[in-house]
């Protein structure tokens, strides 16, 4: 069974450009997260979504940061404009449901200059 | 909020050893309490996981306890080998909050051959 999978895994941009990050959950996973984790700390929850519905984003910077998963199963994720403090690996994980075990992907590692 | 602190921070063994990290967590409503792996560049790995209603489990050469009168739950490796040589993290759900996933800072295991 694939994972979950994250494109790109690494972008450098310079700040007040926009990017966007990509991830595929596990086959079947209804719930679908995105986190951030800055270096040498532990994943941080930006929004959690069940099928298409976001139903916890109270983390999200909602300035600069948006999110969609308009059919229930890719998301993407986007900053505009991007600050040097954005500078984070973002992690999309996926669970059969929102009590069940989460799976991360392998990250996107975003260093902005 | 629940707040999850891990302790150490750096961990150093020698090969064949044991490792042990603990969590702590606040909020008595948290009821289940996985662990995760994260090697250099990649996502956390689910490694092994406890629910409240247990109170110890065991996989091979990993084991959870979990105390909920005390609410810590600690992670033991034994026989430690070099790649089990990572970053572990603990976590606690917390149903109350719409079972949002908190994350301890994480623990830096070195184990020495």
């Known amino acids: 069974e694939a994972g979950v999978v994250q494109s790109p895994r690494y972008k450098i941009i310079e700040k007040k450009q926009p990017v966007a990050f990509w991830c595929n959950p596990i086959s079947g996973h209804n719930t679908l997260y995105w986190y951030r984790q800055n270096l040498g700390q532990g994943p941080e929850l930006l929004i959690r979504?069940?099928?298409?519905?976001?139903?916890?984003d109270s983390q999200l910077p909602k300035d600069r940061f948006s999110a969609e998963r308009l059919k229930g199963v890719d998301s993407t994720l986007k900053i505009q404009p991007a600050e040097l403090g954005d500078s984070a690996v973002y992690l999309c994980?996926?669970?059969?449901?929102?009590?069940?075990?989460?799976?991360f992907g392998p990250g996107t590692r975003l260093l902005v200059l | 909020g629940e707040n999850v602190e891990q302790h150490p921070s750096t961990l150093s063994v020698q090969e064949g050893d044991s490792a042990v990290i603990k969590c702590t967590y606040s909020d008595s409503a948290s009821n289940y309490f996985p662990w995760y792996k994260q090697e250099l560049g990649k996502g956390p790995q689910l490694i092994i996981d406890i629910r409240s209603n247990v109170g110890e489990k065991k996989d091979q050469r990993i084991a959870v306890t979990l105390n909920k009168t005390a609410k810590h739950f600690s992670l033991h490796i034994t026989e430690t080998q070099p790649e089990d040589s990572a970053v572990y993290f603990c976590?606690?759900?917390?149903?109350?909050?719409?079972?949002?996933?908190?994350f301890g800072s994480g623990t830096k295991l070195n184990v020495k051959p």
């Open positions: 994980a996926s669970s059969l449901n929102s009590i069940e075990t989460q799976y």
């Open positions: 976590a606690a759900r917390n149903p109350p909050l719409f079972n949002k996933f908190y």
């Open positions: 979504y069940e099928n298409e519905e976001a139903v916890d």
